[in-house]
């Protein structure tokens, strides 16, 4: 189902899904290709993000944005081309970022979050990950919140994802030992083999909580949280005196219906911040750290170029394959930045 320039296709949320999403909670449709007003530009779209945070926008709960509307195209952003402008500051053909270009061929844009891109950018991909708000999300909680120094050990779960791997690898940069956690023996190779962890444990095996006790001899100083359920039971013995836990996501809880089973572990932790004297602070990328956005370009941009941070992505064809991908994305199907192309 190739893009055209006549027809833009759109994928709307069909039905709030119940647990895990399923393809009917999604709906493929097709209309005319808008045309911009004033002060509009019009965007097509070649490559689009789909990150973890979409689930909870497909729930009506209370969160810190707006859920997405039943019959709403499914949000995220995107890499595209300007097709034409009638905004002061772009122009047809501009290569850009807009962090608003949904699920879709096309997208109307008033310039509100979207950044011009180098149009000779080899890989324009990378600006929804490494370059993009992922990577922005691993720099900023590990340099802000985590406060990492020489010497001290940082976890990080989801170790060879776009926001793990960036997490362990900037650690590294700045001197740290680092011990990813990751699903399957291939991704574990990868994240010690390419990425340069110090050690990475695989989260499917029943041993987890032994093998990171023997990964962690000295406790650990820094744990960046983008995964929750297990993996936290694991962690939380090991956290040290005055260590700092980041917490941008919650991966392995955001299909959960229900609370999960066992203990309530609330008072563990609550004495365990009490008596550790641990600093644990959620953050919402752009809302907190939105202005940085450029000093995180400036630093990352030729770490990558000069290979001190690899990239690892994981690419669809084909917008109507998105559905699928983001059900796959859930269940840890991806190895790498998981990122849709649309069009040439």
């Known amino acids: 189902m190739p893009q055209t320039t006549t027809i833009n296709r759109q994928i709307l949320l069909a039905s709030r899904p119940v647990g895990a999403p399923v393809p009917d909670n999604f709906k493929l449709v097709e209309s005319a290709v808008p045309t911009p007003g004033q002060g509009q530009m019009l965007l097509r779209n070649l490559w689009m993000s789909l990150d973890p945070y979409m689930r909870g926008r497909m729930s009506d709960a209370k969160s810190y944005a707006e859920p997405v ?14 097709v034409e402008s009638n905004l002061d500051g772009f122009a047809a053909g501009d290569l850009v970022m807009c962090y608003t270009a949904g699920w879709q061929d096309y997208s109307l844009s008033n310039g509100s ?5 180098d149009p000779n950018m080899p890989e324009p991909s990378q600006a929804l990950g490494v370059l993009g708000m992922p ?5 900023m909680g590990l340099l802000d919140i985590g406060q990492p120094k020489p010497g001290e050990t940082v976890v990080v779960a989801a170790a060879t994802g776009p926001v793990g791997s960036v997490v362990g690898q900037v ?16 991704k574990c ?4 083999d390419e990425l340069g962890f110090d050690a990475c444990l695989d989260h499917k095996l029943d041993s987890l909580a032994d093998d990171l006790v023997n990964a962690c001899p000295d406790g650990i100083d820094v744990y960046f949280e983008n995964v929750g359920g297990k993996v936290f039971d694991a962690v939380m013995p090991l956290l040290n005196p ?4 980041p917490v941008c996501g919650l991966i392995a809880q ?8 066992g203990p309530d572990r609330l008072p563990q932790l609550m004495r365990l911040l009490l008596s550790q004297r641990i600093r644990m602070q959620a953050f919402i990328i752009f809302d907190n750290y939105g202005p940085h956005y450029p000093d995180f370009l400036k630093e990352m941009t ?9 990239v690892k992505e994981h690419r669809v064809e084909g917008l109507e394959n998105a559905p699928q991908a983001f059900i796959g994305l859930l269940e840890g199907q991806n190895f790498g930045k998981m990122v849709v192309k649309i069009s040439d």
């Open 135 to 139: 990577g922005f999300t691993g720099y």
């Open 254 to 261: 955001y299909n959960a219906t229900e609370l999960p089973a």
């Open 242 to 245: 005055h260590s700092r836990v």
């Open 171 to 186: 650690a590294k940069l700045k001197g740290c030992r680092v011990v990813g956690i990751a699903g399957g023996p291939e």
């Open 302 to 310: 030729p770490w990558v170029a000069e290979g001190k941070v690899k």
């Open 113 to 117: 979050m979207v950044f011009k891109l």
């Open 189 to 192: 190779a990868y994240a010690v």
């Open 69 to 82: 509307a039943v019959g709403d195209v499914m949000p995220c952003g995107g890499v595209s081309r300007v």
